[in-house]
């Protein structure tokens, strides 16, 4: 086995301690005599003859000076980039681990960066992410379970919910439960790159989930991702994830449902509150959401999660079509642009954040009519349809009627309707 130098100095110290060759070798994991043969030579003072010997690099110092010459110093240094010039332009027969090896003994290290540390106002932001479970025993059965957390930045109240899956419909309704937990909605939401929040690209260019930027206009906050590979843009919930896996391992037990794992890290999220102080305030987390609260945004009757979220121009016959079906809208929006979306149960029309009409979802029938839309009062833009004459009148009454009650003779009571 190869012993390196940390493995090398430990030897020393070991043994300047008074610790035998093999109680050395043991913690090592190496045999008792390389023990031996590195002690001997640090005692002889010997020397590695390799690190006498000039660096390969050396005899092209002249062509890597002029490269450096060339490029902006100030730009992160692409040594792999380097080493194609040296091969392409002087032949280099090296590797590029000679070159690695060069500028580590002949240039400096690369400044660092420091951070900036930023302590977010009451309100501003909340960072949410998943966490991944994929042995679980609820019900009797094993499954994989997610959790969901989120965390107010200021505060660090944090709320978890778990959920047995992580589609479109999982994400939003996860949210719904994290904002009833925490008596409100911040301005921005923090999010990773998951599919969910950012269908296409990554970070702040990218490209958002059309029903989650919908969700997210509807309840009024901004969505905020963070830059790809970046875990350190949401630490606080990062954070949270690692003390929850520390403090509590939920694959050891054993849980009735769903709403039992749920009753128990609710439990957990208030007692943790409760015990833990928050850097921003110097009281406890729990105090510190209290008085956050009032800088939330209230709940609102929170719109039922979807999956399938289109934008649609309602037609004169006061309908819009979607998933090959069409479905009445109020008349005062006809050729209004709204937003159709396909819920778990139902397809909700939605006019500048507001719930228009509702209708089930994905029923046998083609076509979904709310007579109550055709009624009303005129608007300055549009009119309201003709008013059903007497025959409209009639064949909807009989419709309506039970066919034990319909008259025996359906032509003729329409016939007398219509002289």
Wanted: proline fraction near 6%.
């Amino acid at each position: 086995m190869k012993i390196d130098q940390e493995a090398r100095m430990t030897i020393r110290h070991l043994c300047s301690k008074g610790v035998s060759n093999r109680e050395v070798a043991r913690l090592l994991g190496v045999s008792e005599g390389a023990v031996r043969y590195h002690r001997s030579r640090q005692e002889q003072g010997a020397v590695d003859g390799r690190s006498k010997q000039p660096q390969l690099a050396e005899a092209w110092s002249e062509a890597i000076e002029h490269y450096l010459s060339s490029i902006d110093r100030d730009a992160p240094l692409n040594l792999a980039a380097l080493h194609e010039w040296l091969m392409a332009e002087h032949d280099y027969p090296g590797s590029l681990r000679s070159i690695q090896r060069y500028f580590r003994k002949h240039y400096p290290k690369p400044r660092k960066r420091a951070r900036r540390r930023v302590e977010t106002p009451p309100g501003a932001q909340a960072q949410v992410d998943w966490d991944e479970y994929p042995r679980l025993w609820v019900g009797g059965r094993q499954v994989r379970g997610y959790r969901f957390h989120l965390k107010l930045s200021h505060s660090r109240r944090s709320v978890t919910v778990w959920s047995a899956r992580k589609d479109q419909l999982s994400w939003l309704t996860v949210h719904n439960e994290a904002f009833r937990r925490i008596e409100g909605i911040p301005a921005t939401i923090r999010v990773d790159n998951v599919k969910t929040a950012v269908a296409r690209g990554a970070g702040p260019w990218g490209e958002f989930a059309p029903s989650y930027r919908s969700y997210a206009k509807a309840l009024r906050f901004h969505i905020d991702a963070c830059l790809p590979r970046s875990p350190e843009h949401k630490g606080k919930v990062e954070r949270s994830i690692l003390d929850y896996q520390r403090s509590s391992d939920v694959r050891r037990r054993h849980w009735d449902s769903w709403e039992h794992l749920q009753e128990h890290a609710d439990t957990m999220d208030h007692e943790l509150s409760r015990r833990r102080l928050c850097p921003a305030t110097g009281t406890s987390v729990l105090e510190a959401w209290r008085r956050e609260r009032f800088y939330l945004s209230p709940v609102p009757l929170l719109p039922d999660p979807f999956d399938l979220v289109a934008t649609r121009r309602v037609q004169l016959d006061c309908t819009v079509g979607f998933e090959g079906r069409r479905y009445s809208v109020p008349f005062e929006f006809v050729e209004r642009m709204v937003e159709v979306r396909g819920c778990a149960r139902t397809v909700q029309v939605l006019h500048d954040g507001l719930v228009v009409a509702e209708h089930p979802r994905h029923t046998s029938e083609r076509i979904l009519i709310d007579p109550a839309h055709y009624e009303g009062e005129a608007t300055a833009q549009i009119q309201p349809p003709t008013p059903l004459g007497r025959m409209g009148k009639r064949l909807e009454e009989i419709w309506q009627t039970s066919p034990q009650q319909r008259p025996l003779d359906l032509y003729a009571a329409l016939a007398e309707v219509a002289r």
